[in-house]
């Protein structure tokens, strides 16, 4: 193989990334201006596009994470695991883990803990973290709120 062809295939490749990340950016900002609309479909496509592609845009969501924050906490809000899901894969490329598994645990089936991907085998790694620092907290004695919905250890 020729080094003239190969700098020419390399270079269309990241010609090709580079398209990529500016059509899946334009499309974060199409789908982020959507989240402010007050028709619920439009929301709720909203953030199945920005769901789908949060690994290719979770830096422009993050900029926007109250938006998503405030879908979930509307309790009349019919999608708000998928809201919940969303915050939670942007809280973990920010690496954010505690805020990530938050909304991870309020996510429903969107947690998939059958997934071998970086993201599931983090959110399980944090809930064992959790269980075994409620664990040791009980048999210390110390206060533990078992009733509480969270009870994260900062490690």
Same mark, same amino acid.
């Given at each position: 193989?020729?080094?003239?062809?190969?700098?020419?295939?390399?270079?269309?490749?990241i010609q090709d990334i580079m398209s990529t990340e500016v059509i899946s950016s334009n499309i974060a900002l199409a789908n982020l201006s959507l989240l402010?609309?007050?028709? $619920? %479909?439009?929301? !709720?496509y909203? $953030? %199945?596009?920005? !769901?789908?592609?949060?690994?290719?845009?979770?830096?422009?969501?993050?900029?926007?994470?109250?938006?998503?924050?405030?879908?979930?906490?509307?309790?009349?809000f019919p999608h708000r695991e998928l809201a919940a899901s969303l915050a939670s894969k942007v809280y973990y490329n920010l690496e954010d883990y505690d805020e990530a598994l938050n909304y991870a645990l309020e996510?429903?089936?969107?947690?998939?803990?059958e997934n071998t991907d970086l993201y599931t085998q983090q959110m399980i790694s944090k809930c064992v973290n959790c269980l075994l620092y409620t664990s040791d907290a009980a048999d210390d004695l110390l206060c533990v709120?078992?009733?509480?919905?969270r009870i994260i250890k900062k490690t």
């Open positions: 193989i020729n080094a003239e062809y190969m700098g020419s295939k390399i270079k269309k490749r402010q609309e007050s028709d $619920l %479909q439009l929301k !709720h909203a $953030l %199945q596009q920005l !769901h789908k592609n949060v690994d290719y845009c979770w830096h422009q969501v993050s900029e926007h994470i109250v938006y998503i924050e405030e879908l979930y906490e509307d309790e009349t996510s429903g089936n969107y947690l998939n803990l709120d078992l009733g509480g919905r």
